[in-house]
């Protein structure tokens, strides 16, 4: 089947271009000695899990259990859950998984150590702990040494946990190359007082996890890293571009539309809204349009209802038919793949793959 004959909105990935991404993340791992550990919540599709660790990768990621149980099903073996578990129900659910796959999980706190210690004894299994500090982004994470220290000690403390190292999440990295390489140093500097701290006392670490998309090709410059999760890489989208890590070409991710309305005059309205896109906004330049048109540049996607994109076309000089299709790269690629059931592996314009979202929804 052509691409052309798919009914729209759906989202296509150019195949080649995916596994150029992949290639060259793996290959920079390879170079620098790191393990791949790609963030699956960009995707949610088991098949492409496989793909990346047929093509390098050590292991995975995900952020809910319910992908955990998704991407085990289909026999993947070696997950990190980069999420805290708090709750009873959630901390039974991980030691049951943890019969099936080599799970560990990363936390910032005891009450969710002792969740998990309680949970695994109960079952008879072992999770394996990541201690997450908090290197700027203020979302998650213990704020400084002595808090990790003392994380890890009680975590070591308590049965069927095995104390794994450290993880951190560099998230406010998502700014201009030299901004990121100064935001650099003091993430360094507390990694070097976590790890001596932590070595003082003899206590052994064997992996420090770090990265994102934005950090990944940087990611030589942290100090003590043994891993990175990145997960937009396998596509990138148009926020990616607009951090400079990607260029429109290394976007594997696109989203056909139809155009459905030119009545109004100025004014272009396709078939994909905020249930095709989500709401995520352009974090760059002018902060203007929910995906880039690659049509027509002049074209702003300025607005969104359900199931309609409004394209401002009052700067543009192109013509627009009714029933034409676009090309629309999106801002953020994870929320928007969330939003679709199925989607298409291209190439050179002849759909090859359809692939199930199989881990949408699982928000729990
Ligand atoms: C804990 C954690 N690790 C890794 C990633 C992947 O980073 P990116 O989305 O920049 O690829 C995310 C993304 O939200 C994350 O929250």
């Known amino acids: 089947m052509n691409v052309d ?13 995916m596994r150029r991404n992949l290639d060259r993340m793996a290959s920079y791992c390879r170079k620098y000695n790191l393990q791949l ?19 390098g990768a050590d292991g995975i990621t995900v952020a809910k259990i319910g992908e955990a149980e998704v991407m085990a099903e289909a026999g993947i073996k070696d997950i990190l859950l980069a999420y805290p578990i708090v709750s009873p129900q959630k901390a039974q659910r991980l030691a049951r998984l943890a019969e099936r796959a080599q799970l560990a999980v990363s936390i910032d706190s005891e009450e969710s150590a002792c969740a998990i210690s309680i949970q695994a004894k109960e079952q008879g299994t072992s999770v394996g702990i990541l201690i997450e500090i908090d290197v700027g982004f203020h979302r ?19 049965p069927a946990l095995k104390f794994l190292g450290l993880m951190f999440y560099p998230g406010h990295l998502l700014t201009t190359l030299e901004q990121r390489r100064t935001l650099i140093g003091p993430i360094n500097l507390l990694l070097d007082k976590t790890m001596d701290t932590l070595k003082q006392k003899g206590i052994p670490v064997s992996v420090v996890s770090g990265g994102s998309t934005p950090t990944a090709y940087l990611s030589h410059e942290f100090h003590t890293l043994t891993e990175i999760r990145p997960g937009m890489y396998i596509f990138n989208d148009r926020n990616m571009v607009g951090a400079g890590v990607a260029q429109i070409h290394d976007c594997a991710a696109q989203v056909i539309v139809t155009v459905v309305s030119t009545a109004v005059s100025g004014r272009v309205i396709t078939d994909g809204g905020s249930k095709t896109f989500s ?7 002018d902060g203007r349009g929910f995906g880039l048109i690659l049509e027509d540049h002049d074209a702003v996607f300025d607005a969104m209802s ?4 409004h394209l401002d076309i009052t ?29 298409y592996g291209i190439s050179h314009r002849k759909v090859a793959q359809a692939w199930q979202v199989a881990a949408r929804g699982r928000v729990t």
């Open 5 to 17: 004959e798919l009914d729209t909105p759906s989202v296509v990935i150019d195949i080649d271009v």
């Open 37 to 55: 550990r790609p963030h699956t919540k960009t995707h949610k599709i088991p098949e492409l899990a496989w793909q990346q660790l047929r093509s």
């Open 140 to 158: 998650c994470g213990v704020a400084n040494e002595q808090a990790a220290i003392a994380l890890a000690e009680k975590v070591l403390s308590l």
């Open 279 to 285: 709401s995520d906004r352009f974090l760059a330049g």
């Open 306 to 309: 359900e199931e309609h994109g």
């Open 315 to 343: 700067k543009s000089s192109r013509r627009y038919r009714l029933g034409e299709r676009l090309t629309v790269i999106p801002n953020h690629v994870c929320s928007t793949i969330n939003m679709h059931n199925e989607i």
